[in-house]
T-cell receptor, first 112, second 117 residues
Framework: AQSVSQHNHHVILSEAASLELGCNYS??????LFWYVQYPGQHLQLLLK??????LVKGIKGFEAEFIKSKFSFNLRKPSVQWSDTAEYFCAVNANDYKLSFGAGTTVTVRA | GAVVSQHPSRVICKSGTSVKIECRSLDFQATTMFWYRQFPKQSLMLMAT?????????EQGVEKDKFLINHASLTLSTLTVTSAHPEDSSFYIC?????????????FGPGTRLTVL
């Protein structure tokens, strides 16, 4: 079974700072990769996903993620965060059984 | 993106009673739906996979007789927590799987907060 590691438990940064959240997975075969966001009091929303093709994926709200197969990584980035980006971010992976394995999540707090 | 709804959003019940939670895919058909539990400040834990027209498959450690799942149509799955106890209090989230070409994505419902007194 695959596992997903998110390195940062809690990230605190100021508005306009750049954000990068790490995600590594352990599975040797073909994977589909996702980042979900959960804003306070709201449900999980899909930020972006990677299935194939260009390893640099652009999502909603200015987020992007890069799939580096050799590093088993799918890090999430945003060049300039806003206060409204305060949320919980989850990396998720599915392999050939279409079940999602989630990372533990990273809480991002953006200070105005 | 695709929309998934859950009902109710919040329920409080007495110990020993059963509670039914509905999950609907509103603008697409889903042969597969999933049920998760989320504990405070933690990630989602997959409980079971709900398959339209067949039995659900449960993850290890999840009691199938306690958490009854029915997926009677391509847009509706229900989770019934039977004989609920305080330790069943949790946030239950469903997702629906949309398969479009090579893309295979789960869309999540808003969750149901269950409190068992």
């Amino acid at each position: 079974a695959q596992s997903v590691s998110q390195h940062n438990h809690h990230v605190i940064l100021s508005e306009a700072a750049s954000l990068e959240l790490g995600c590594n997975y352990s599975y040797g075969g073909t994977v589909n990769l996702f980042w979900y966001v959960q804003y306070p009091g709201q449900h999980l929303q899909l930020l972006l996903k990677y299935f194939s093709g260009d390893p640099l994926v652009k999502g909603i709200k200015g987020f992007e993620a890069e799939f580096i197969k050799s590093k088993f990584s799918f890090n999430l980035r945003k060049p300039s965060v806003q206060w409204s980006d305060t949320a919980e971010y989850f990396c998720a992976v599915n392999a050939n059984d279409y079940k999602l394995s989630f990372g533990a999540g990273t809480t991002v707090t953006v200070r105005a | 993106g695709a929309v998934v709804s859950q009902h109710p959003s919040r329920v409080i019940c007495k110990s020993g009673t059963s509670v039914k939670i509905e999950c609907r895919s509103l603008d697409f058909q889903a042969t597969t739906m999933f049920w998760y539990r989320q504990f405070p400040k933690q990630s989602l834990m997959l409980m079971a996979t709900s398959n339209e027209g067949s039995k659900a498959t449960y993850e290890q450690g999840v009691e199938k007789d306690k958490f009854l799942i029915n997926h009677a149509s391509l847009t509706l799955s229900t989770l019934t927590v039977t004989s609920a106890h305080p330790e069943d209090s949790s946030f239950y989230i469903c997702s629906a799987r949309e398969v479009s070409g090579a893309a295979d994505t789960q869309y999540f419902g808003p969750g149901t907060r269950l409190t068992v007194l």
